[in-house]
């Protein structure tokens, strides 16, 4: 098993220039404390996801490149693979879950994907089958070096802007992007510690991290929370990363990642999706459970539905 390396993370940020963009932190004076978030909501596609997926595909050969990419994804991975497929100019096949918000299918159209929809549970088993009938090269939404890889350039700009960090937060769906943040921290900034946070209602890593191995927990289960970019759950490879480099896992209630939403939006001026206010969340409600100190919060995006973002202002 590869684990990715702080060389494997600055490669990648070699290949993003131009492409992904370099977010700011803003720090967050309505809030106590030294409170900065990073808003990965403003990439290009509105999410984080950008940068594993542009990285993934740019780390392949002519050959594969040229026959054409397929990815599963919730949401985000699926624009961020379209958006990259379109810089390439290659053919870019999208399988979502029936579920997932349709301003997220219809911006992944509109980025020149062909999406296809099926039931939740069988979006991975779907991409798989497309890519041996048709010879596709697949991008999946975390499970690889290159998109872990890729992610991981988020915490080596929060270390180059704040290189006296003493806390992170990152959202944990598939692990992924917390493995990569991680990596780069811990390279980086090898004081500051690292915590992953996801919903209560989807808190199979929290289980894992527990019980020292890999707790399923059932798509059903997960798919209840509102924050449906992170339904997904660990692989080997992010579980191995996560457990080498998470200091702790803060758990967050529904309630409270709404509440986030709106603060962000009335106090911080950004629009957040959901998953993007996860993290967030973590210090405005669980600060007692954190180190203190400098800390950096990743909004991971904000591709939230107009009606949901109303209903949650109201």
């Not at 690292?194 to 894992?208: F, H, I, K, R, W």
């Not at 480099?245 to 990642?257: A, K, Q, Y």
Request: with cysteine.
């Amino acid at each position: 098993m590869h684990l990715v390396t702080i060389s494997d993370i600055e490669t990648a940020a070699g290949r993003l220039k131009g492409t992904a963009v370099h977010t700011p932190l803003l720090r967050q004076l309505w809030v106590p404390g030294e409170f900065w978030v990073k808003p990965e909501s403003l990439q290009p596609i509105g999410a984080f996801k950008i940068r594993g997926a542009y990285n993934a595909i740019a780390a392949l050969t002519d050959a594969e490149r040229q026959r054409g990419v397929v990815a599963y994804s919730s949401g985000n991975h699926a624009q961020a693979v379209a958006y990259a497929a379109r810089e390439f100019g290659i053919t870019a096949v999208i399988v979502v879950p029936d579920v997932t918000p349709r301003l997220k299918v219809e911006a992944t159209r509109r980025w020149g994907a062909e999406v296809r929809e099926v039931p939740i549970a069988e979006r991975e088993s779907a991409a798989l089958a497309l890519a041996e009938e048709r010879g596709l090269t697949l991008i999946p939404p975390f499970d690889h070096p290159d998109i872990i890889a890729g992610q991981g350039t988020v915490g080596l700009e929060i270390a180059q802007d704040l290189p006296d960090v003493e806390t992170v937060l990152v959202p944990i769906s598939g692990g992924g992007f917390a493995s990569g943040v991680g990596v780069a921290i811990k390279a980086k900034c090898p004081n500051a510690k690292v915590y992953g946070v996801e919903p209560e209602l989807a808190a199979d890593t929290a289980a894992s991290l527990a019980a020292g191995e890999i707790v399923e927990w059932p798509i059903t289960d997960r798919a209840r929370t509102i924050a449906d970019g992170l339904r997904a759950q660990p692989s080997e490879l992010t579980f191995a990363h996560l457990r080498h480099v998470l200091d702790g896992v803060i758990t967050v209630t529904e309630d409270e990642i709404r509440d986030t939403v709106r603060a962000l939006a009335q106090q911080g001026r950004l629009v957040t999706e959901p998953s993007g206010a996860t993290a967030p969340a973590a210090y405005l409600h669980h600060a007692d459970e954190l180190p203190g100190g400098r800390t950096v919060a990743v909004v991971s995006g904000g591709n939230i539905d107009p009606a949901m973002l109303a209903e949650l202002l109201a």
